[in-house]
């Protein structure tokens, strides 16, 4: 079983996490055979506010949690309390240590790079915490342009619904291209903005 875990917190972001969420979770359900399982974990594995209001069941605490093989960090205004918190930093570098890849969504690229993590290495972020994200570690590789950037155990995407791209990126890079289109087609997830 390949496990993949969300993490949250208070105010983060919804579409930063259900829109790859959606993504993973659908594969999981879809391909059983695929041998996918997600989950949510939060601090202490109690319930959660989103940034919008929704309010969330978290299945696991950072203690109570399965190994997980890819861990997504996403975004919204709660991770501004989350930078300086030594236990999140310390938290974040060991899933580092135990995961095959760290995945951010928005501005969870930031308590990544707060952490340490993305010292030298191409990152990005949602476009109004670009700057901030180059002053949170040395020599990070700010890419402002990009959608996401895979710089193999560390995919670090830029605002919001970029999750859901990065999401498929993630399926095409874990399983197949193939595999990736029908998850995209199952989820009618045809972007075609009206403005």
Do not use: N
Request: proline share 5%; aromatic share 8%; hydrophobic share 45%.
């Amino acid at each position: 079983m390949y496990t993949i875990g969300f993490f949250l917190f208070e105010d983060v972001e919804e579409l930063d996490w259900v829109g790859p969420w959606e993504v993973l979770a659908s594969w999981a359900a879809r391909w059983p055979d695929d041998g996918i399982s997600c989950s949510t974990v939060s601090r202490d594995g109690g319930p959660v506010r989103c940034a919008k209001g929704t309010r969330v069941l978290v299945d696991h605490a950072w203690d109570t949690a399965p190994a997980y093989d890819l861990l997504i960090y996403p975004g919204g205004q709660g991770t501004r309390a989350q930078l300086g918190d030594a236990a999140i930093r310390e938290w974040v570098r060991r899933m580092k240590e135990e995961v095959d890849v760290l995945a951010s969504v928005c501005t969870g690229s930031l308590a990544l790079a707060d952490a340490g993590l993305l010292d030298g290495r191409p990152a990005t972020t949602h476009w109004r915490s670009i700057e901030r994200l180059g002053t949170l570690g040395e020599a990070i590789d700010v890419r402002a342009e990009e959608r996401f950037v895979d710089d193999g155990d560390i995919v670090t995407a830029s605002g919001i619904s970029a999750g859901i791209d990065m999401a498929l990126h993630l399926v095409a890079r874990l399983h197949s291209v193939e595999r990736a289109r029908e998850v995209r087609r199952a989820i009618q997830y045809d972007p075609a903005p009206p403005v």
